[in-house]
């Protein structure tokens, strides 16, 4: 076949590729994904595991080393049938944190650190380096076996020159396909679809050299049989250590590996996909290596001594003269390589632009988060990281010079991504595992796989001297690369394997016993390990930021791009039922949005984004405390607020209070009015009536006497009346002239008792007096005092209905002050007048109506707030009782 | 005591279900079983090349992990995380 057809149908082959991913664009960003998301897609998406290492490797494998190959292919087949043991909670996980690689799950569990997200994209790059190259060597071989079995002799021109345009051609690629979005999770639909074409495409090639070399060349299944049985391939002994290591570190490589990490989480996780792949992923597996072994037997048979097994997949139908199914093998093959290198390219940019250059980036321009476009420099730094990862992956082809078996580099590389393992499991599963334990196992577990199984690779004398190898570092012998701690004569893998996951695994479980984690690490670990328990939830708690939500939508026009953040902002507004695009910055709103970013950028650096702008980096036992103390203010405020409340409520009682006795008030006014009318008006009419009979004359004199009497008395009681009315309004205005004077007390009760015996004279009183303390000299108007004295005592006599009254007064002298108690022993004041009893027009009751109007009490309530005193009524006392207060020296009010 | 909370007698499909899901925890540990079996009949002991039989062996147990597995997925399917109860 013509070299030059060959690279035709390549290029065809990768346009082909080109307008499916093109087109599969296209559909998504219509909004008409359907299909593209369906777990047949997934499935076969999660076939880049077999890549050119498998298509070409896996039969090199079995010629070398029997049945062993198929061990890289069961261990995965166990993770998957067993999906409901991890693989579900590490989807659900990475839907919920929406996590971007391996990296970034990682990080995220452990509180965010961003140490931890760089040891595992370092991990990864060092362990993927070799694999790349891998599959540009592979590349490149399928090419030479073409070329040198041309008839024309068309020689290869330059091994190097053809891995160059490989990696070259990968690269455009990928930087096409994959960095054309920032989406808010990393989803690349177009390679995905490209991807799952190319897992087609390499099982039809290896199921149809297979069934070549079955039906065709061995002449069936049972003639088969014979033959494996007696190649040399039978020779193989299994080893029972190798065999149970194999099982495993391929286990945990399918879930450890950057690129399936890639698809089975980031891509597209679904509970739903995992379920179909769970069995049709083996499946395709079993198909996969159905005809390894059938290949390899037929191979070795057929194939001259010496030629490369790990080719036969070429050479064997080449030499049958089977051009076009060759053809199809080396694209099967082109499609492994190129699948693998697109994704694992993919997965390695991402964790490198998101766990190592974006936070440097952010460290060296703090602002930038503001200003700059983050967007642009996130693509970029990917672009970048995608040309540099295939940098890596042509210089490490070029330095080892491309002679390795491919099944020894591909193992070596998934010891060394399942040294993630012990940190992802423990980090799933145990809420104990800590930040600083993490660190501890994934470095310890690092270093011991580059020591024991990465620099020796490269041969003795290469990475390492021929005398470390021999006897140790520096001359110490238990720790020989191949023989830590003295255990000699094991396989060097199976050394490898079993010191440093048992190191790494150790490392982490200790440390990890003996630190403490910070809060934010704790609130992750929780919704790591308990995904189920509750969805969303979010851990991060920006419930103290003070977040401006115009800031936070710059910043996120600047990751998602302006349509994606308005759109998504606005949905917030409306949910919260406001207009417009800038919603409230909800703590909810915030940590939704962190977690949004998070799918773009990872979650630490989004963190630290989200930080700038909230103005806090990490929940520090510092903030905890400060939101305590703010509980604590807050709850002192609201205690002030209560006490505000009450003060209200009891000024809103007094107030309520005043009203009624306002109301009463004037309701006993009313009733004043109509009495002080009758009372004004029944003196006016005997007035008239008696003087009208005396104009008429002719009547005896005694009768004229009586009569003068009559309307004398009556004019008294008028005066009286008015007297008291006129008396009360100077003293209520306060103009009253005071006459002040030395009194003595008792000199002023006598009087007062004296004057106050005409009213109801037939009452007999008994009074108790207590002489020696009346007989005090205070300086005061001694009338108007009086006044109030006659009053007291009078009211004691009108009112008093004891059989036998009585009336004490007591004088008492305090500070100043003398008080004057007037109580006798009848019934007293029902407590619902005591209120009103001062007031004007007050009366009681109408029972007894011995002059007065109701002004007595209210008159000398005036008389004593002139003389600097006051009157109160004594509740309690067996009666009726008032007390007088008043100063012993009373001085002048200033006019 | 979990047990002694949750009633005794369960409604079929959800009883059905739980005992689905143990089932699809076991298979892995039953299939590394079956896998790791071939360590047993210690190759380097018996002359015989048993090599084809030993493939034939372990593609049989693949392809029936496969079956079964094919079997549990769709009933664990969809009741993602309903009732992920304890009492399992």
Same mark, same amino acid.
Request: hydrophobic share 50%; glycine share 8%.
């Given at each position: 076949?013509?070299f030059?057809?060959?690279?035709?149908?390549?290029?065809?082959?990768?346009?082909?590729?080109?307008?499916?991913?093109?087109?599969?664009?296209?559909?998504?960003?219509?909004?008409?994904?359907?299909?593209?998301? /369906?777990?047949?897609?997934?499935?076969?998406?999660l076939?880049?595991?077999?890549?050119?290492?498998?298509?070409?490797?896996?039969?090199?494998?079995?010629?070398?080393?029997?049945? *062993?190959?198929v061990?890289?292919?069961?261990?995965?087949?166990?993770?998957?049938?067993?999906?409901?043991?991890?693989?579900?909670?590490?989807? &659900? %996980?990475?839907?919920?944190?929406?996590?971007?690689?391996?990296?970034? =799950? !990682?990080?995220?569990?452990?509180?965010?650190?961003n140490?931890?997200?760089?040891?595992? $994209?370092?991990? &990864?790059?060092?362990?993927?380096?070799?694999?790349?190259?891998?599959?540009?060597?592979?590349?490149?071989?399928?090419?030479?076996?073409?070329?040198?079995?041309?008839?024309?002799?068309?020689? +290869?021109?330059?091994?190097?020159?053809?891995?160059?345009?490989?990696?070259?051609?990968?690269?455009?690629?990928?930087?096409?396909?994959?960095?054309?979005?920032?989406?808010?999770?990393?989803?690349?639909?177009?390679?995905?679809?490209?991807? &799952?074409?190319?897992?087609?495409?390499?099982?039809?090639?290896?199921?149809?050299?297979?069934?070549?070399?079955?039906?065709?060349?061995?002449?069936?299944?049972?003639?088969?049989?014979?033959? %494996?049985?007696?190649?040399?391939?039978?020779?193989?002994?299994?080893q029972?250590?190798?065999?149970?290591?194999?099982?495993?570190?391929?286990?945990?490589?399918?879930?450890?590996?950057?690129?399936?990490?890639?698809?089975?989480?980031?891509?597209?996780? *679904?509970?739903?996909?995992?379920?179909?792949?769970?069995?049709?992923?083996?499946?395709?597996?079993?198909?996969?290596?159905?005809?390894?072994?059938?290949?390899?037997?037929?191979? =070795?048979?057929?194939?001259?001594?010496?030629?490369?097994?790990?080719?036969?997949?070429?050479?064997?139908?080449?030499?049958?003269?089977?051009?076009? +199914?060759?053809?199809?093998?080396?694209?099967?093959?082109?499609?492994?390589?190129?699948s693998?290198?697109?994704?694992?390219?993919?997965?390695?940019?991402?964790?490198?632009?998101?766990?190592?250059?974006?936070?440097?980036?952010?460290?060296?321009?703090?602002?930038?988060?503001?200003?700059?476009?983050?967007?642009?420099?996130?693509?970029?730094?990917?672009?970048?990281?995608?040309v540099?990862?295939?940098?890596?992956?042509?210089?490490?082809?070029?330095?080892?010079?491309?002679? @390795?078996?491919? #099944?020894? !580099?591909?193992?070596?590389?998934?010891?060394?991504?399942?040294?993630?393992?012990?940190?992802?499991?423990?980090?799933?599963?145990?809420?104990?595992?800590?930040?600083?334990?993490?660190? #501890?196992?994934?470095?310890?577990?690092?270093?011991?796989?580059?020591?024991?199984?990465?620099?020796?690779?490269?041969?003795?004398g290469? @990475?390492?001297?021929?005398?470390?190898?021999?006897?140790?570092?520096?001359? %110490?012998?238990?720790?020989?690369?191949?023989?830590?701690?003295?255990?000699?004569?094991?396989?060097?893998l199976?050394?490898?394997?079993?010191?440093?996951?048992?190191?790494?695994?150790?490392?982490?479980?200790?440390?990890?016993?003996?630190?403490?984690?910070?809060?934010?690490?704790?609130?992750q670990?929780?919704?790591?390990?308990?995904?189920?328990?509750?969805?969303?939830?979010?851990?991060?708690?920006? @419930?103290?930021?003070?977040?401006?939500?115009?800031?936070l939508?710059?910043?996120?026009?600047?990751?998602?791009?302006?349509?994606?953040?308005?759109? +998504?902002?606005?949905?917030?507004?409306?949910m919260?039922?406001?207009?417009?695009?800038?919603?409230?910055?909800?703590?909810?709103?915030?940590?939704?949005?962190?977690?949004?970013?998070?799918?773009?950028?990872?979650?630490a650096?989004?963190?630290?984004? %989200?930080s700038?702008?909230?103005?806090?980096?990490?929940?520090?036992?510092?903030?905890?405390?400060?939101?305590?103390?703010?509980?604590?203010?807050?709850?002192?405020?609201?205690?002030?607020?209560?006490?505000?409340?009450?003060?209200?409520?009891r000024?809103?009682?007094?107030?309520?209070?005043?009203?009624?006795?306002?109301?009463?008030?004037?309701?006993?006014?009313?009733?004043?009015?109509?009495?002080?009318?009758?009372?004004?008006?029944?003196?006016?009419?005997?007035?008239?009536?008696?003087?009208?009979?005396?104009?008429?004359?002719?009547?005896?004199?005694?009768?004229?006497?009586?009569?003068?009497?009559?309307?004398?008395?009556? @004019?008294?009681?008028?005066?009286?009346?008015?007297?008291?009315?006129?008396?009360?309004?100077?003293?209520?205005?306060?103009?009253?002239?005071?006459?002040?004077? +030395?009194?003595?007390?008792?000199? =002023?009760?006598?009087?007062?008792?004296?004057?106050?015996?005409? $009213?109801?004279?037939?009452?007999?009183?008994?009074?108790?007096?207590?002489?020696?303390?009346?007989?005090?000299?205070?300086?005061?108007?001694?009338?108007?005092?009086?006044?109030?004295?006659?009053?007291?005592?009078?009211?004691?006599?009108?009112?008093?209905?004891?059989?036998?009254?009585?009336?004490?007064?007591?004088?008492?002298?305090?500070?100043?002050?003398?008080?004057?108690?007037?109580?006798?022993?009848?019934?007293?004041?029902?407590?619902?007048?005591?209120?009103?009893?001062?007031?004007?027009?007050?009366?009681?009751?109408?029972? $007894?109506?011995?002059?007065?109007?109701?002004?007595?009490?209210?008159?000398?309530?005036?008389?004593?707030?002139?003389?600097?005193?006051?009157?109160?009524?004594?509740?309690?006392?067996?009666?009726?009782?008032?007390?007088?207060?008043?100063?012993?020296?009373?001085?002048?009010?200033?006019? | 005591?979990?047990?002694?909370? /949750?009633?005794l007698? =369960?409604?079929?499909?959800s009883?059905?279900?739980?005992?689905?899901?143990?089932?699809?925890?076991?298979?892995?540990?039953?299939?590394l079983?079956?896998?790791?079996?071939?360590?047993?009949?210690?190759?380097?002991?018996?002359?015989?090349?048993?090599?084809?039989?030993?493939?034939?062996y372990?593609f049989?147990?693949?392809?029936?992990?496969?079956?079964?597995?094919?079997?549990? #997925?769709?009933?664990?399917?969809?009741?993602?995380?309903?009732?992920?109860?304890?009492?399992?």
């Amino acid at each position: 076949m013509p070299f030059n057809l060959l690279v035709l149908s390549c290029l065809a082959y990768v346009a082909m590729l080109f307008s499916v991913a093109f087109l599969a664009e296209r559909r998504a960003a219509m909004g008409r994904i359907g299909w593209l998301r /369906s777990p047949m897609i997934y499935t076969l998406s999660l076939s880049i595991y077999c890549t050119a290492w498998t298509f070409y490797g896996a039969v090199g494998y079995a010629a070398r080393s029997g049945l *062993e190959f198929v061990t890289i292919y069961l261990g995965p087949t166990l993770v998957f049938v067993g999906w409901w043991v991890l693989l579900r909670k590490l989807v &659900a %996980i990475g839907r919920q944190q929406r996590v971007t690689s391996i990296a970034d =799950l !990682i990080s995220s569990r452990f509180g965010k650190s961003n140490f931890l997200g760089v040891v595992v $994209t370092l991990l &990864a790059v060092v362990a993927a380096t070799p694999y790349i190259a891998l599959q540009l060597q592979s590349v490149t071989l399928s090419f030479g076996v073409f070329a040198s079995g041309t008839p024309e002799g068309w020689a +290869l021109p330059d091994r190097d020159s053809t891995a160059i345009w490989v990696a070259g051609g990968l690269a455009l690629f990928t930087i096409l396909f994959g960095t054309r979005n920032l989406d808010a999770k990393e989803q690349h639909h177009g390679v995905v679809l490209a991807i &799952a074409v190319e897992a087609v495409v390499k099982l039809v090639a290896l199921l149809a050299v297979g069934i070549f070399v079955v039906w065709g060349l061995a002449g069936g299944p049972v003639e088969l049989f014979q033959r %494996i049985e007696t190649s040399p391939i039978a020779d193989w002994e299994l080893q029972p250590g190798r065999w149970a290591g194999l099982l495993f570190v391929s286990g945990a490589a399918v879930i450890c590996l950057p690129r399936m990490f890639q698809v089975m989480i980031v891509e597209d996780g *679904e509970e739903r996909h995992m379920a179909r792949a769970s069995w049709a992923f083996p499946l395709y597996l079993l198909l996969m290596s159905l005809f390894i072994v059938p290949i390899a037997v037929i191979g =070795l048979e057929r194939m001259p001594e010496g030629a490369n097994p790990d080719m036969f997949m070429l050479t064997l139908p080449l030499a049958e003269g089977q051009g076009a +199914l060759a053809m199809l093998a080396f694209l099967g093959g082109f499609s492994s390589a190129t699948s693998m290198v697109i994704v694992e390219s993919i997965a390695l940019a991402t964790m490198v632009s998101n766990h190592v250059v974006m936070p440097i980036w952010l460290k060296l321009r703090p602002k930038a988060a503001m200003s700059g476009d983050v967007r642009r420099i996130v693509i970029l730094s990917r672009r970048l990281a995608i040309v540099a990862v295939l940098t890596l992956g042509y210089l490490y082809y070029r330095l080892s010079g491309g002679s @390795a078996a491919l #099944a020894a !580099i591909g193992l070596i590389a998934f010891v060394g991504v399942a040294q993630v393992l012990p940190v992802l499991v423990g980090g799933l599963y145990w809420r104990g595992a800590t930040k600083t334990g993490a660190a #501890a196992g994934l470095v310890t577990g690092f270093a011991v796989w580059i020591y024991t199984l990465y620099l020796p690779s490269f041969g003795p004398g290469a @990475a390492l001297s021929v005398a470390v190898f021999e006897q140790g570092p520096g001359g %110490i012998g238990w720790l020989r690369p191949q023989a830590l701690f003295g255990v000699a004569g094991a396989d060097p893998l199976l050394h490898s394997l079993v010191w440093s996951l048992a190191l790494n695994t150790a490392a982490f479980c200790i440390v990890s016993l003996f630190t403490f984690p910070g809060p934010v690490e704790r609130m992750q670990g929780v919704a790591f390990v308990n995904v189920f328990d509750a969805e969303g939830g979010g851990p991060q708690g920006w @419930a103290r930021g003070r977040a401006e939500p115009e800031a936070l939508l710059v910043m996120t026009q600047r990751i998602l791009g302006n349509e994606a953040a308005l759109a +998504l902002f606005a949905a917030e507004a409306r949910m919260q039922g406001k207009d417009g695009y800038l919603p409230d910055a909800t703590p909810d709103f915030v940590a939704g949005l962190e977690r949004r970013l998070a799918g773009s950028v990872g979650a630490a650096t989004a963190h630290a984004m %989200i930080s700038q702008i909230v103005g806090r980096a990490t929940v520090s036992v510092e903030d905890l405390m400060a939101v305590a103390n703010e509980t604590a203010q807050i709850m002192e405020y609201s205690a002030q607020l209560e006490t505000q409340r009450e003060e209200l409520t009891r000024t809103a009682r007094q107030l309520r209070e005043a009203n009624e006795k306002l109301t009463q008030l004037s309701v006993q006014k009313d009733a004043f009015l109509s009495q002080i009318s009758h009372e004004l008006r029944t003196p006016m009419t005997s007035i008239r009536a008696f003087s009208e009979i005396l104009t008429e004359g002719d009547l005896p004199p005694e009768m004229v006497a009586n009569y003068g009497r009559i309307i004398h008395e009556e @004019a008294i009681r008028l005066t009286r009346l008015l007297d008291d009315l006129l008396d009360l309004s100077v003293l209520e205005n306060g103009s009253v002239q005071l006459n002040l004077g +030395l009194a003595n007390i008792q000199q =002023l009760i006598d009087r007062a008792l004296a004057s106050a015996s005409h $009213t109801r004279p037939e009452r007999v009183f008994v009074i108790h007096r207590d002489l020696p303390s009346e007989n005090l000299f205070v300086r005061t108007d001694a009338d108007r005092l009086v006044q109030v004295f006659i009053n007291l005592i009078s009211n004691a006599r009108k009112y008093c209905d004891a059989a036998a009254p009585e009336l004490r007064i007591t004088v008492r002298q305090k500070a100043g002050r003398v008080s004057v108690d007037f109580v006798d022993n009848g019934s007293g004041i029902p407590k619902q007048s005591q209120a009103i009893i001062f007031e004007k027009f007050a009366r009681l009751t109408d029972q $007894t109506r011995a002059g007065g109007a109701g002004l007595g009490l209210a008159i000398c309530r005036e008389v004593m707030a002139n003389l600097g005193g006051t009157i109160t009524y004594l509740p309690g006392q067996g009666g009726a009782a008032f007390r007088v207060m008043l100063p012993l020296r009373m001085e002048q009010k200033a006019a | 005591m979990k047990r002694a909370r /949750s009633p005794l007698f =369960l409604k079929r499909d959800s009883y059905r279900k739980r005992r689905l899901r143990d089932g699809a925890r076991m298979l892995p540990v039953f299939g590394l079983f079956l896998l790791l079996l071939p360590i047993l009949w210690a190759p380097a002991e018996t002359e015989a090349t048993d090599t084809a039989r030993d493939g034939l062996y372990l593609f049989v147990v693949w392809f029936g992990l496969v079956v079964v597995a094919a079997l549990l #997925a769709p009933g664990l399917a969809g009741d993602s995380s309903t009732d992920e109860g304890e009492d399992r």
